[in-house]
């Protein structure tokens, strides 16, 4: 299994509380990306960053933002939650930004968020 | 844009029969495509993938056809035994080559019967 670790694991917020998620990889990889799953919906993609301070938006980034200080780590924050928010977020990590490459993309376990 | 979909959202099948998952693609310029298994609870774990200068290729009791032609994809899966139980992505890399940003389908669950 690839070293990625989420935390937590599971959380229940109020809407209008900020909420920030944590990725920690150990696998030195520069591309790490925040998914969220729902319903109906797949796995769409929030923001991605393609090494130390450099991130870009994926295609539902509104409502969210991201900071990555350091390689291992990639944070995804919500400053005022709603209860659309509320979805299962999957953090991924890639070594390149080229999967065909062979170096594939790479799920961690996944966060739990209840937005009530 | 790209859109992925897939045509059935839940397959049953019999242990130790071949399952197959389809997937298609709207975006001829697709070039990149990953199968993803994922149980309940657990994140999207890496099965097998292909090129679009492939064809075919086949893993351990799985393979992946392409058919670029009428832009469709499917995962095969030989002697479908009970812990392969899942949803099953397929995923499309669009836009620029060097992002790795993936477009997932909406998935297809497995049940198998045994």
């Known amino acids: 299994d690839a070293g990625i670790t989420q935390s937590p694991r599971h959380k229940v917020t109020e809407t209008g509380t900020p909420v920030t998620l944590r990725c920690h990889q150990t696998e030195n990889h520069r591309y790490m990306y925040w998914y969220r799953q729902d319903p109906g919906h797949g796995l769409r993609l929030i923001h991605y960053?393609?090494?130390?301070?450099?991130?870009d938006k994926g295609e539902v980034s509104d409502g969210y933002s991201v900071s990555r200080s350091k390689t291992e780590d990639f944070l995804l924050t919500l400053e005022s939650a709603t209860s659309s928010q509320t979805s299962v977020y999957f953090c991924?990590?890639?070594?390149?930004?080229?999967?065909?490459?062979?170096?594939?993309?790479?799920f961690g376990e996944g966060s739990w968020l209840t937005v009530v | 844009g790209e859109s992925v979909g897939l045509h059935l959202p839940t397959l049953s099948v019999q242990e130790g029969d071949n399952s197959i998952i389809n997937c298609a693609y709207s975006?001829?310029?697709?070039?990149?495509f990953i199968w993803y298994k994922q149980e309940s609870g657990k994140g999207p774990q890496f099965i097998i993938d292909?090129?679009?200068?492939?064809d075919k290729r086949q893993g351990q009791r799985v393979t992946v056809l392409l058919n670029k032609t009428v832009k469709h994809l499917s995962l095969q899966i030989a002697a479908t035994q009970p812990g392969d139980s899942a949803v099953y992505f397929c995923a499309v890399r669009t836009g620029s080559s060097n992002t790795g940003k993936l477009i997932f389908g909406q998935g297809t669950t497995l049940q198998v019967k045994p």
């Open positions: 975006n001829s310029a697709s070039d990149y």
């Open positions: 960053s393609y090494g130390v301070k450099d991130t």
């Open positions: 991924a990590i890639s070594e390149t930004g080229d999967p065909s490459s062979g170096n594939t993309i790479y």
């Open positions: 292909i090129r679009s200068n492939m």
